[in-house]
């Protein structure tokens, strides 16, 4: 059995809603021009690569790292927003990477809460329209229906009935994010893709939209993928979580094991560059890192955290470790993970 296949086999299987197997994302470097008769290979930025990931049915994993590290465009092949190079996703054990599958059916069942509300929504339609949308294109529910659970959705979510009736412009940006999530879970999909769902509000509303996202978890159900930076955000709503660097999947376990007692080099420094009020518990976690995130066209042989860890070794430089089980349900990829114990 390979590393990659006892990977998958390690990742906890029960109650599983969604899966990546192997999934890649390369993106054409742009400017490029066409030589048939050049020597010189096409280059790509590989923004997602051979990343698989179990989400168990009502629980949240959170997929975080710094800016770069490929998390949105994971997002975004599930989604379905971008085609994915290779691999497969599955949803409820149906593969929605085979091209039989028709949009209407996907987004069915998978609804996504973008960072900038402003820009996810139409500022020409009224709130209710813009609930409203997905329920005649993705439903076959009649349109007193639809009122229905557009009055529904906005109570869901702590509006009144009155906000039907107004457009975004009219609202601030704690309730648009509101409308986002009520228009999300509208169409009772079984998973939410949460992109950096707090990052663009005031910090006051923050807490509001995190405490919101947890009662209508337990209220209907919904599973979450939630895409953040932000290590508070993911200790306060994810019950896993899954470190991305550059592209890999460098840890993934239980929120608590990973953010308690993290072993990849990266994920301690992290962990330790998240901002903490209480000045007496600064720097608590101490890594050395040097230099810059490496260039997603030309990335480092080997693992690719190698160019920057403290204890990489010739080894790093030249093979690419794969996620190795150290405990329950805790996944590392490192060659000298015991240095981190």
Request: net charge neutral; charged share 25%; with cysteine.
């Amino acid at each position: 059995m390979s590393s990659s296949d006892q990977q998958e086999d390690e990742q906890p299987q029960e109650l599983e809603i969604l899966r990546t197997v192997h999934l890649r994302k390369f993106y054409p470097v742009r400017g490029q021009t066409f030589d048939p008769f050049s020597r010189k290979k096409k280059k790509f930025v590989s923004a997602v690569d051979d990343v698989s990931i179990t989400i168990p049915k009502g629980k949240t994993v959170a997929i975080v790292g710094e800016s770069g590290c490929g998390k949105t465009s994971l997002a975004q092949t599930i989604m379905g927003l971008t085609p994915i190079t290779s691999g497969e996703i599955y949803l409820d054990g149906l593969c929605i990477t085979d091209r039989k599958i028709k949009p209407r059916q996907l987004y069915r069942n998978i609804q996504m809460v973008f960072q900038d509300p402003d820009s996810s929504l139409d500022p020409r339609m009224t709130v209710g329209d813009s609930i409203a949308e997905p329920l005649q294109e993705l439903t076959s529910v009649n349109k007193q229906e639809i009122k229905e659970l557009v009055f529904k959705s906005l109570e869901a979510v702590g509006l009144s009935k009155e906000f039907a009736f107004r457009v975004p412009r009219e609202l601030s940006g704690g309730q648009k994010q509101r409308v986002a999530i009520a228009r999300a879970i509208a169409p009772s999909p079984k998973i939410i893709l949460l992109d950096e769902p707090t990052s663009a509000l005031d910090v006051s509303v923050q807490a509001q939209i995190l405490s919101l996202l947890l009662e209508l978890q337990r209220n209907y159900k919904l599973t979450y993928v939630l895409i953040t930076h932000n290590i508070a955000v993911a200790q306060y709503l994810s019950d896993t979580v899954a470190v991305m660097y550059a592209g890999n999947l460098v840890e993934y376990g239980p929120t608590e094991t990973i953010l308690g007692k993290p072993r990849h080099p990266y994920t301690i420094a992290l962990i330790a560059s998240a901002p903490v009020p209480d000045p007496w518990k600064r720097n608590l976690l101490k890594a050395d890192i040097r230099g810059e995130v490496p260039s997603a066209v030309d990335p480092p042989t080997g693992c690719r955290f190698n160019p920057r860890c403290p204890f990489a070794e010739l080894k790093c430089t030249k093979e690419k470790p794969q996620l190795a089980l150290i405990g329950q349900e805790h996944l590392v990829a490192c060659h000298f993970v015991e240095k981190t114990a």
